[in-house]
């Protein structure tokens, strides 16, 4: 049996533009995904905490150290300049992997700088 387990969070991001006539996606900034061990096109949910609206969409990279956390596309309408967010990514794993698996959180600054990251289990290699 697999089991979906959150695998990374950067947790409380804030949305620095947004741009509605865009194919669709969510750009953030490259250290960020690095720190969370996110990978360009991969599938995330983001949850905006001012909201509560909640919606699944891909990453792009935008670039490192730019603080960038661009929503795009139809989800532009789920999301202001300002908003704090959550970008979640799970992964299936199988009984044997569950033990001592630990997500990845990344904590950030006001600028979407990285504080900390925090419980990288022993699958996932740390920045």
């Known amino acids: ?6 695998r990374c969070k950067i947790h409380r991001v804030t949305v620095t533009q947004t741009e509605l006539h865009y194919e669709g ?3 953030v900034d490259e250290a960020l995904l690095e720190a969370a061990g996110l990978r360009e096109y991969e599938r995330v949910d983001v949850y905006n ?3 509560g609206q909640r919606f699944s969409t891909y990453i792009v990279t935008a670039p490192r150290g730019s ?8 989800a532009a309408r789920l999301a ?5 967010l959550i970008v979640a990514a799970y992964a299936s794993l199988d ?3 569950l033990a ?4 990845r959180v990344v904590l950030v600054d006001e600028r979407n ?3 900390e990251v925090k419980s990288a289990s022993a699958g996932l290699p740390r920045a």
């Open 95 to 97: 009984e044997r992997e």
């Open 100 to 103: 001592g698996f630990k997500p």
């Open 1 to 6: 049996m697999m089991r979906v387990l959150l």
């Open 113 to 115: 700088r990285v504080l």
């Open 80 to 84: 202001n300049v300002g908003d704090r």
């Open 49 to 51: 905490i001012n909201t």
């Open 25 to 27: 996606s969510c750009a």
């Open 67 to 74: 603080g960038t956390i661009c929503v795009m596309g139809a």
